[in-house]
C-alpha cells in the first residue's frame, strides 16, 4: 500500500507539472497571435499581396545569444561567406556578399550562428507576379523578426529585377530600415518595383538547390491558403563560413 501511495503521489505531481507546461504553452502563443494580429504589415504590387514583412519587435523567445541591437556591419568582414542551408525539403547552399551588404549579411550571420533560424518554417511562397519563397519568421506568421531592426536599402538592383537565385531581404512597405530576420529566395526571374525606400536589400544568391526551390513553387499553395507553401519547408539548420 505504502508503495502505490507514492506511485500515486508521483503520477499527480508529474501530471501538474504537465499542466504547468500546457498553460505555458498555450500563453506563449496567445502573445503571438496578438503580436502577429496587430503588426502584420504588408506590400501591395500590382493589386496582390506580395511580400508579409517583419515587425519591429521581437517575437522569438531570447536564448541569450541573440543580439538586441543590429550587429556591427563591419561583422560582415567585407567578404564572401559560404552558407549551409539544411532544410525538410532539401539542402540549399548560399554565398552572401559582406562586401555588397555589410548590414545584412553581418545580421543574417550573427542570427545564424546564434541558432535563430534552426526549426522555423518559410511561410510564404508567391506563384503570380513575383515569384519568392519567404523565411526567417521564427512565429511563421509573417510578423515575426528579432528585437531590432535595420536599414536604409543595400545593394538593391536599378532595374529592379531580381534573377533567379537571388536571396534578398524582406522588409515593409516604404519603409527602408524595417529590415530584420525575413528573407527571400526567388526562384524565378522577378520584376519587384521600388517605392518610396528603394528596392530590396540583395545580399547574396543560390549557389546550389534551386532544384530544390522549383520543387517546392511546383508543389504551389496549400488548399485552403493563400501563400503557404504545399511543401512544408523547415530550416532545420543553418552553418556559416
Not at 500563453?27 to 500590382?46: D, E, F, N, T, W
Amino acid at each position: 500500500m505504502g508503495s502505490s501511495k507514492r506511485e500515486r503521489e508521483y503520477a499527480r505531481k508529474r501530471h501538474e507539472r504537465w499542466l504547468e507546461h500546457q498553460a505555458a504553452a498555450r500563453a506563449r502563443r496567445r502573445r503571438l497571435l496578438v503580436i502577429a494580429a496587430s503588426v502584420v504589415g504588408v506590400l501591395v504590387l500590382g493589386g496582390a499581396v506580395a511580400l508579409a514583412l517583419q515587425t519591429t519587435g521581437g517575437s522569438q523567445e531570447a536564448d541569450g545569444t541573440t543580439p538586441s541591437t543590429a550587429p556591427d556591419p563591419a561583422l560582415a568582414e567585407d567578404r564572401a561567406w559560404e552558407v549551409d542551408l539544411t532544410t525538410t525539403a532539401g539542402d540549399l547552399a548560399l554565398e552572401l556578399d559582406g562586401a555588397a551588404a555589410p548590414q545584412a549579411v553581418a545580421s543574417f550571420v550573427t542570427l545564424a550562428q546564434a541558432g535563430y533560424f534552426d526549426d522555423t518554417t518559410c511561410h510564404r511562397l508567391t506563384v503570380e507576379g513575383i515569384y519568392v519563397l519567404q523565411c526567417g519568421d521564427p512565429t511563421a506568421t509573417g510578423s515575426g523578426g528579432p528585437d531590432y531592426t535595420f536599414g536604409p536599402v543595400e545593394n538593391a538592383p536599378a532595374d529592379d529585377v531580381y534573377p533567379a537565385g537571388t536571396v534578398a531581404m524582406a522588409r515593409l512597405g516604404n519603409d527602408g530600415s524595417s529590415m530584420g530576420s525575413q528573407f527571400f529566395l526567388v526562384y524565378a526571374d522577378s520584376t519587384i518595383p521600388s517605392d518610396n525606400a528603394g528596392g530590396y536589400t540583395v545580399f547574396g544568391e543560390v549557389t546550389e538547390g534551386m532544384d530544390v526551390l522549383r520543387s517546392v513553387a511546383e508543389a504551389g499553395i496549400a488548399e485552403g491558403s493563400q501563400q503557404t507553401p504545399a511543401t512544408e519547408v523547415t530550416i532545420e539548420g543553418v552553418e556559416t563560413q
